[in-house]
């Protein structure tokens, strides 16, 4: 069988696989957490997030809320030259991001065993 055959029969026996693959385990929730940055915004997230009530302070004065905060929480960059200090019986995590405006704030949780508490959101 010639070169050219051999390599059609390959291809498409690859697509194919690829195209049954995709449509078994397309769906199923899995998602790829492998990377640091990943790993820690999930695990803050996992746990309940208490607020301080300097966070609630800030929250009335109307520049960010706690959708801009769950958002961090969720498309931030953990800042790990900053981070992973021991405070209270859990570890400091430094996370920029953005509020709905499109302005840089600096958000600092402590991520304890069971929860997570929102200690300061400032503007960068």
Known sequence: MKFK???AYYLFGLTLGGFLVTMIFN???QDFCYLPNCRVLKNIRSKGIYVSDEVKKTY???WVNQKDVDMTLQ???VDFDKS????KGGKLYTIEGKNAKGEPIIIEV???EEKATLLTVKKL
């Open 5 to 7: 055959y051999r390599l």
């Open 27 to 29: 769906g199923r929730g």
């Open 60 to 62: 009335t004065e109307g």
């Open 75 to 77: 498309y931030g960059d």
């Open 84 to 87: 992973n200090k021991p405070v």
């Open 110 to 112: 402590v991520n304890n």
